[in-house]
């Protein structure tokens, strides 16, 4: 599991996934999410600009992402 340290009081999903290179670009971001690839608190999330907030818990393939 990853740990993310929010330091504002959110960030968007599609940001997320770009900042930890868990995908290539900001296409691929709204893609994988767009095909429902992508877990927020274990439920499948469609909104790419979803706001991640503190206690957040992101899985995407392989990773497991827990905002803190």
Not at 14 to 37: C, F, N, P, Q
Request: proline share 0%; aromatic share 6%.
């Amino acid at each position: 599991m990853t740990e993310f340290e929010l330091k504002t009081e959110y960030i968007e999903l599609i940001k997320l996934l770009k900042l930890l290179r868990l995908v290539e670009s900001g296409g691929m971001a709204k893609t994988v999410v767009e095909d429902g690839l992508v877990l927020l608190n274990g439920e499948t999330e469609y909104r790419k600009r979803a706001k991640l907030r503190k206690g957040d818990v992101i899985e995407f393939e392989d990773e497991t992402v827990e905002i803190k």
